[in-house]
């Protein structure tokens, strides 16, 4: 089947894609660029392990077709991540214990930048409605909503 | 000091990231993709196969049926004691004749990518012979039905006889029976499973990486079946998705994936995607139970008389009839009864074979027994756990021997004080103090639970400790990690013993490659085996450090102390030397040594390196717990809300607090998934019908209510230095009980709720669709 | 679960996509936001030899009012629509409908033409417009027609768009003094519902009912019309009592779904529950909109 190119921006960077139309997103991300933060975990859109920001909505990298992502914007963990260390997100996350296998979680950090992002002090209802369409199987995500509360508290009292 | 602190954990940082490493994020070069063909059929003859097609195809490299495994492979061996010969019932990696569950590997296809080895999965043509599917064990032990096996349907039959079951049964003042059921389900971790094989034919070197959980153990099962030295073949564990006791059974593809790889002489990689994974992974609990428990007039319960029968799949794995065994053993629990009577059933249907998930016949064998109780109490009209009070063990008759036996190691609880727990978990809970029956027409009940997990089992676990020039300690372990934190709880105790700082500390695991011998991660062992493995060996490691700077320096042991990572003189109060320089002291063919010869030098040496193996814990160490929980029911349709889940244990000793109740809470959910949501349910053609995500319904952050852990270290374990007891299967291995007996509470029922998973129209079952309208 | 290979076009005029829809007739298959699709293509259980991709197509997106009706296209995306203004003041139904249809990440991308058009008779969406009796306009090669939600649908994942067909817009008129009332049981949240309730309701001045819509899904491959509950509360004040009565009209022999976790008396037994209750909040909301 004929590969198409694909031009969009990969973590504020230019990238270029050669995929066939059945590609997903998330494989070509994960297999063309190395980005393999995203992960697969049931490629029908339930899990949210790939779970990336296009064009400043959180979606299902396994649900969107690479050949679609023509001139998105496209954020993954690993352009959440800063350059060393943590975020206060994902600093917050190992705080409180929000992850185990770590598997799901850059998903998680994925859905909560993009939370914030759009609301620094979010209710614990708004979190949770967030990260609904994650699935954990370690955590039983208490960790990970003490932590996401814990920021937003602490967004509270610093008036961000 | 850092053991019992709750240090943030050390490997958190890589997966936050996105930079953690699991087996489809490793590639290597010419690597080529494997897809396994799958039986559609549930049961059925295989008359024919035909390749051509599938074979034809552009980037098709090759394809592996039964008909290419070498003449005379073994099937693939159950690695622990069973009650009697199972032996006619292990899968081949590769099915040839027959086809006995939907999902069998029949074929293995190698393709330059995944999706190309799946349209040759298309072509792939096979005439079966569909035969009637066995998918409902009470039929499958009649008379006339399918043999599966040559040797029929029921595996095993088998049990225990202990005390006078009959008499007290005549003579009991109080009677509850009933039949209760737990649903096939299966631990169903985020990430899938997968391999990547690389074969180096000229010098005959395997290396495969994705295998996890007993690495040595499932190495050495194919090591005998490929005729490979054990050091030809190295298993290498990247970061693993999960576990939960599913993974490190030595599955059909952990021979088919090298075995291909050796053929293509190419690297392969296979990840299992999540439909092969509903099919492959072992499924667990599956099992109903019947049981009559009896008391006299003072509520002392005088005995369990049991019937137990287990849908094991259509093949006896490698982990046996562990999970049947491990309930049959334990189901007594926490109580001091002696007349207990069990007569187990293991019966084949075709349906994907099963093996361990968390709390491993014991969520099981707690939900049976706990709800029965619930029972008894109703029909004695004494508060429920008051009933239980009065039959638990006490800490003057421990250790306490069940007369059971599992796996061939009899059932032991080392230490603990039950009643003491118990009563400071219903204290602390607020058991006894009232609370609303309804809200908004809706009806709150409360329910509990007492369980005993047994943890840690031997035989032995291995760790070898290396300080290099720069006083960095690496630990090589032969546990594996899937996501508790092992490379965390580690390295804390080797902290605290060498007194280096926890970022100077770097833990492998998983890797037949590091360490000669290994024990694995499995049944809650690691921080009790390999916890206490790195313990002797950092012990070993700081009694080498100062004997080393004893000779050197010329001061007697007694006058050194090890602190901050340096050997101290205890008197004047000043360092000596650091463990690095200790460490280049000890390297073989020092320089110093050779060049300057005198009687301060240390003979020449093999570094700061120390390995210790910890052997033969005979009895596990024995974690009480009470669960309890607040739930309110919607009488109208079945809907729950649980309100507030409470677990309380008795760990020992913690480690790490932050990991004790992350493991707690997790499990708790996961338990709490198996008892309202999940089924790994068939339809009588043997199909599975729950095998996506969208149909096998696992717990999201709604489902999951505020749960408390309140974690003692009243009563260390008798069994280890450290005193620690295993905790990863406290969580899962009351919930289904707590929460069947917290909604019948809520209805007032005293029928029904004996079948999980409980969905709402079970629950509305259980008051007789009441109530309408 | 890699799809079969297929091509793949993205026209950005609803011109060009019709076009490709008749070059390439049964081959070809639109794709909106993929929610659906896409795990379908995975699983090989649809494998088109063409995908025309809605996605460009700009036209097609966007909420807008038109007199007395919002003409909602059908590549809105759920998300956007749940967070409208105007559908939160005129089409409250819809709201409570969405918010129980995924997950941010899949509404984000979902649409609400993809949505009806896939006709899961478990979805909230293709109730919620049954229950608003709204129209589908659908453009074809020669031209556009309009359909009533009644006849749109006609069986699971089966609706009346022919081949070479899209999915245009949705039109629902706005009724400012309605009350509406929505409730579904799922066995998880966010998942697709073992029964569902939709209600609309408009009340007079004296608090008598006097007109009432009443849609039940999940139940059939089809959501029920419940006309008869309707019409025994028209001309009557809705009490808890009257509603309780009307809703034993509900047409329980045209339940058909069956399974074995979530079996047809189960089905029988909740939907009446979850009846009343969404036209208990209907008439309750209809109230407060008449003080």
Redesign the interface.
């Known amino acids: 089947m004929k590969k198409h190119s694909v031009d969009l921006t990969v973590n504020g960077r230019e990238a270029s894609l050669l995929v066939e139309p059945r590609q997903s997103l998330a494989d070509a991300l994960r297999g063309e660029l190395g980005l393999t933060g995203s992960h697969l975990g049931c490629e029908h859109g339930v899990c949210g392990a790939c779970t990336i920001i296009v064009d400043g909505d959180p979606v299902r990298g396994c649900l969107m077709l690479a050949v679609q992502a023509q001139g998105a914007d496209v954020v993954t963990v690993e352009g959440v991540s800063p350059k060393v260390g943590l975020s206060e997100i994902q600093a917050a996350l190992r705080e409180f214990h929000g992850l185990q296998c770590g598997f799901c979680t850059p998903g998680m950090v994925v859905v909560l930048h993009h939370l914030f992002s759009e609301n620094p002090r979010p209710s614990e209802a708004e979190i949770r409605e967030a990260i609904s369409g994650q699935l954990c199987r370690c955590t039983g995500y208490q960790g990970i909503m003490n932590a996401a509360k814990a920021v937003a508290a602490r967004h509270q009292s610093k008036n961000v | 000091m850092t053991i019992g602190k709750p240090v943030?954990?050390v490997?958190?940082?890589?997966?936050?990231?996105?930079?953690?490493?699991?087996t489809?994020?490793y590639t290597l070069p010419f690597m080529v993709e494997a897809h396994i063909f799958r039986s559609p059929y549930g049961h059925a003859r295989i008359a024919a196969i035909n390749l051509d097609a599938a074979l034809a195809l552009k980037g098709v490299h090759a394809i592996v049926t039964g008909a290419d495994l070498p003449e005379g492979l073994a099937p693939i061996q159950c690695r622990i004691p069973t009650h009697g010969d199972l032996s006619p019932y292990l899968q081949y990696p590769l099915a040839r004749d027959k086809v006995r569950y939907v999902g069998e590997p029949i074929a293995v296809i190698v393709a330059d990518?995944?999706?190309v080895a799946?349209?040759a999965a298309?072509l792939i043509e096979i005439d079966f012979d569909p035969l009637p599917a066995v998918t409902d064990p009470a039929r499958a032990i009649e008379p006339g039905a399918e043999p599966i096996h040559e040797s029929g349907n029921l595996a095993g039959r088998w049990g225990f006889d202990l005390g006078d079951v009959p008499g007290a049964l005549s003579e009991a003042a109080f009677i509850a029976s009933d039949s209760f059921s737990i649903q096939r389900h299966s631990?169903?971790?985020?990430?899938?499973r997968g391999l990547l094989a690389s074969y180096d034919a000229g010098r005959n070197l395997l290396d495969i990486y994705g295998p996890t959980k007993v690495v040595h153990t499932n190495r050495n099962m194919l090591a005998a079946m490929l005729g490979m030295g054990e050091a030809e073949i190295r298993m290498i564990e990247p970061?693993?998705?999960?576990s939960?006791g599913a993974r490190g059974e030595f599955y059909p593809e952990d021979y088919l994936i090298p075995f291909v790889a050796m053929r293509v002489r190419r690297p392969v990689r296979w990840i299992e995607?999540?439909?092969e994974h509903f099919a492959a992974i072992n499924h667990s609990r599956d099992c109903a139970f019947h049981v009559t428990v009896a008391a006299n007039r003072d509520g002392i319960i005088t005995a369990f008389d049991v019937k137990l029968v287990t849908d094991m799949g259509s093949y006896i794995r490698t982990h046996g009839d562990v999970v049947p065994s491990h309930a049959a053993a334990s189901f007594p629990g926490p109580y001091r009864v002696r007349n207990y009577r069990i007569d187990a059933m293991t019966v084949m249907t075709n349906k994907t074979p099963t093996g361990t998930y968390r709390a491993p016949g014991m969520f099981e064998a707690n939900f049976a027994r706990e709800r029965a109780i619930d029972r008894l109490a109703d029909k004695m009209g004494i508060d429920r756990a008051e009933l239980r009070r009065r039959n638990l063990i006490q800490p003057e008759e421990m250790p306490w021997y069940v007369g059971t036996e599992s796996v061939k190691r009899p059932t032991i609880f080392d230490s603990g004080n039950f009643p003491l727990i118990m009563d400071r978990a219903l204290k602390a809970y607020g058991w006894d103090a009232p609370f609303e029956r309804e809200v908004n027409g809706w009806k709150r009940g409360r329910g509990l639970c007492a369980l005993v997990e047994p943890s840690g089992l031997g035989p032995f676990e291995g760790v070898r400790i290396e300080v290099d020039q720069h006083g960095k300690v690496q630990i090589f372990s032969g546990s594996s990690n899937?996501?508790?934190?092992h490379e965390t709880i580690l390295a804390q105790i080797a902290s605290e013993v060498l007194t280096v700082p926890m970022e100077k500390i770097r833990v492998r695991h998983g890797d037949t490659g590091i360490i000669t011998f290994g024990g694995g991660t499995y049944a809650s062992r690691t921080a009790i085996m390999g916890g206490n493995a790195v313990h002797s060996a950092s012990v070993g490691v700081r009694q080498k450090a100062l004997d080393a700077a004893s000779r050197k320096f010329g001061i007697a042991v007694e006058d050194l102390d090890l602190r901050e990572g340096a050997i101290w003189h205890g008197h004047r109060n000043e360092p000596v030397v650091t463990l690095g320089g200790i460490a280049r002291m000890l390297m073989p063919g020092n320089q110093e040594i050779l060049v300057s010869p005198s009687a301060g030098n240390i003979p020449d040496n093999d570094g700061l390196v120390v390995t210790s193996y910890v052997r033969g814990v005979t009895a596990g160490a024995a974690v009480f717990a009470v669960h309890m929980a607040d739930v309110l029911v919607d009488p109208?349709?079945?809907?729950t809300k649980v309100e507030r889940y409470f677990v309380a244990c008795d760990v020992g000793r913690q480690l790490n607090p932050?990991?004790v109740?992350?493991q707690i809470?997790?499990?708790?959910?996961?338990g709490l998934g198996g008892t309202?949501?999940e089924?790994l349910?068939y339809n009588e053609d043997g199909q599975l019908?729950t095998g996506?995500?969208?149909d096998y319904?696992?717990?999201?952050?709604?489902?999951?209510p505020?749960?408390t852990a309140l974690v003692f270290e009243e009563s260390p374990a008798l069994t280890n230095v450290l005193g620690v007891k295993g905790v990863g299967e406290v969580g899962p291995s009351g919930v289904g009980a707590t929460i069947g007996n917290a909604i019948a509470n809520a209805l007032a029922t005293d029928t029904g709720l004996n079948k999980l998973p409980l969905?709402?129209?079970r629950i509305?079952q259980s008051t007789g669709?009441g109530g309408?309208? | 679960m890699k799809p079969a290979p297929f091509d793949y076009f993205a026209p950005t005029t609803l011109e060009e996509a019709l076009g490709l829809l008749k070059q390439y007739g049964s081959d070809a298959r639109v794709i909106a936001g993929g929610q659906s699709l896409v795990p379908m293509l995975a699983l090989r259980l649809a494998r088109p030899e063409v995908i025309v991709d809605l996605n460009r197509v700009a036209a097609l997106a966007g909420i807008a009012e038109d007199g007395e009706s919002l003409r909602i296209g059908a590549m809105t995306r759920q998300a956007r629509a749940l967070a409208s203004p105007l559908v939160h003041e005129k089409l409250p139904l819809l709201r409570h409908g969405l918010e129980n249809v995924g997950h941010p990440p899949t509404r984000a991308r979902g649409t609400l033409g993809g949505s009806i058009a896939h006709a899961d008779p478990a979805a909230e969406t293709p109730m919620v417009m049954l229950a608003y009796r709204a129209t589908m306009v659908l453009a074809g090669g020669a031209g556009e027609r309009a359909v009533p939600a009644d006849e749109f649908t006609l069986g699971t994942f089966d609706t009346c768009i022919a081949e070479g067909e899209i999915l245009k817009e949705i039109v629902v008129e706005v009724r400012p003094d309605e009350g509406t009332g929505f409730f579904e049981l799922s066995r998880r949240r966010g998942d697709f519902a073992m029964a569902s309730a939709a209600a609309r309701m408009r009340l007079d001045a004296a608090g008598t009912c006097i007109e009432a819509h009443l849609m039940i899904g999940a139940v059939a491959p089809v959501p029920l019309r419940c006309d008869a509950v309707a019409e025994a509360l028209v001309g009557a004040i809705p009490t808890e009592v009257r509603i309780r009565e009307a809703v034993r009209l509900i047409d329980l022999d045209a339940f058909e779904f069956d399974n074995p976790e979530i079996s047809l008396a189960y089905r029988r037994h909740i939907a009446p529950v979850l009846a009343r209750r969404a036209l208990m909040q209907a008439a309750s909301r209809a109230g407060d909109l008449r003080q």
């Open positions: 943030v954990r490997e958190d940082e890589r997966f936050l990231r996105g930079e953690g490493r699991f489809a994020d990518t995944r999706a799946e349209d298309e631990a169903m971790p985020m990430e899938t970061d693993v998705g999960g939960f995607d999540r439909v899937q996501g508790q934190g109208e349709t079945g809907e932050l990991i109740e992350g809470v997790g499990g708790v959910v996961q309202f949501l089924e349910a019908t996506t995500f969208a319904l696992m717990p999201n952050v709604y489902d999951v505020p749960i969905t709402p129209e509305l669709f309408l309208q």
